[in-house]
């Protein structure tokens, strides 16, 4: 993508019959399409807009039956489109438009199943009419047809359900706007510059998230219309775009008010003709343009300038005050967006693609945006390092390729992006730049020779060390042969140390997000861009061997959305280490902290923590086969993820349930050596040493104290259980108590 490739597509490609990605958008290639690309059966996505290809689309695209992505606006393309495309089973977004494609729109396309955004805008389909099968397409949030020649009426589409974003015009449609009630999703609608008659129908209201109403250029008359805002609720930066200018508009309602965020045009209507004596003079001035673009500053008050050696900024939003980091920054652009203003979508797309990324929203500032023709929407976005100055390399590719390999798939809002360029600055030398050797070609013999030369003394050194590596190792193979041989581990990768040192740095103090009894936990990226929490045991630390390989054991064979999941484990070179799938919102004793807590916990998400650490325990206690007690449940082993759900963690003090007897009875308790977290442990099993599952429930009791509360379990001396006296804090945990038990 974006370079300057020029000449034709060749034929050949469609032999790598393994190909998911074929990206050439932004390029400078001609000649037409070749057939053989209909040959690749796992293409997931084919982009080839912005260049100059011509002739038709082949006929053979619609064999590829796993494609989700055909982006080829912004060329020549010719002819007609395709009935054979029907046949794509997970085609979600077609993008044809800006070519030279003519012929009838296919009605056939409405058999495509999970269609989601079909733009075929600027194309030349003179003559043609909306099939009325388009709406029969129930999957569809965006259906753009503008400037395409198009003639009749406008189709019924109120049976599709989710109908955002609906641009028909500058097409020649004629008849009345429609009667039926369109999607209440509805953000856009676009009808201008059509020969649209009759009223506006009441039924024009009732979309909330309505930002766009545009009527110009048609032949209505009536009324004009005051009931359109009526449902939208005007907070922040919602505003409303009503344009109606140069119709046949004769009336308006008695108090015409609209609210401040409501813009209305009704320039070049009769109504306007006597504007200065009816007060219409605001409603009555020509079209002014639309918001187009934003920006923002990204400096802190009372914060002394950054050090001028390295091209430090302050890093906007970081919990940290007056942080100054490098950025990295990234070229970014929404290819068609079911929205009109970005603004009041600003913090749901800061959210939505730094929870795909693994990181934090703080780390992420939109610098500026601008709307674009399509419309498309280019962004500037900076991302900045987690509580650091730097990045660490690990980290920038791991961006790097999730962003550059489509690895994330943004709200159905925000519909399909672009990465335009990836702009590494003052990290460029940190980046290893494996094409090329760098080497001349007597560098090369002399290395080659020199190898030869050394290859007897490297074979008595690979000796010896292998025999001293023996020796030292006998004291600790009881130990790996426990894990490695007698513990389950399917779906369990074993990761080498080395493969650890990689993936945080070497154990980077920059990598470190937490340290506890057992070790220290490290932020880490795999080699396959997979981010990872690594546990790593410290010497003399107090989780053994056992604790270990139980929680391998255990984790292997448990899976459920509300417990942590073990990718794999390390136990090489004398260390021992757990690697998890990462939770980047950490623990819920942070959120419970007043010194770690960015803002506190509100009342649904903690009701949804709870609940999602209940299911997580009840899983454990009837589901797991054989039951398991997890004997150390306490707010620091309850994880969140990047949407606030719990999972249960840290299984190294966890038992297997008693099983049946010679008599098939089941005992009801384990008889064990008490182990726990003074405060949560439960008095009965401290005092007689039987564990059962109501041990965990008690614990779990604790967790919802300290949710409904925000007390710690034990605090100078003040025991939360004890503390609770009946009517002090009823109304919390009766509320608590009520929605656990629906």
Known sequence: MWNNISGSIPREIGNITSLKLLLLNGNQLSGSLPEEIGYLSNLDRLQIDQNHISGPIPKSFGNLKRVKHLHMNNNSLSGKIPHELSRLPILFHLLVDNNNLSGYLPPELAELPSLKILQLDNNNFSGSSIPPSYGNISTLLKLSLRNCGLQGSIPDLSKIAHLAYLDLSSNQLKGPLPSYKLSIDMTTIDLSHNFLNGSIPTNFSGFPKLQILSLQHNLLDGSVPSSIWQDINFTGNDTLFLDFENNSLTSIPDAFDPPANVTVLLYGNPVCANAKQSGMVRF?????????????TNSKPNCNPCPTDRPYEYSPMSPIPCLCAIP?????????PGISDFRPYIADFEIDLTSLLHLFVYQLHIDRYIWEAGPRLNMYLKFYPDKSNLFNVSEILRIKSMLAGWEITLSDTFGPYELLNFTLGFYANEIP????????????????????????TLSMLVTILIMRRHSRNQVASKRRSLSK????????????FEEMALATSNFSDSTQVGQGGYGKVYKGILEDGTLVAIKRAQEGSLQGSKEFSTEIELLSRLHHRNLVSLVGYCDEQDEQMLVYEFMPNGTLRDHLSATKSKEPLSFAMRLRIALGSARGILYLHSEADPPIFHRDIKASNILLDARFNAKVADFGLSRLAPVPDVEGIVPGHVSTVVKGTPGYLDPEYFLTHKLTDKSDVYSLGVVFLELSTGMRPILHG?????EMQPGKH??????????LQA
């Open 284 to 296: 009555c001035q020509p079209q002014g343009d639309k918001l187009t673009s934003g920006s923002s």
């Open 328 to 336: 990295i920054v990234v070229g970014y652009r929404l290819k068609s």
């Open 433 to 456: 730049n494996t094409s090329k050797s760098g080497l001349s070609k007597g560098a090369i013999v002399g290395i080659l020779l020199g190898a030869i030369a050394g290859a007897g």
């Open 485 to 496: 041989f007698s513990v389950k581990v399917d779906g369990v990768k074993y990761f080498t």
């Open 718 to 722: 003040k025991n939360i259980v004890r």
């Open 730 to 739: 009823e109304v919390v945990v009766a509320k608590c108590s009520l929605a």
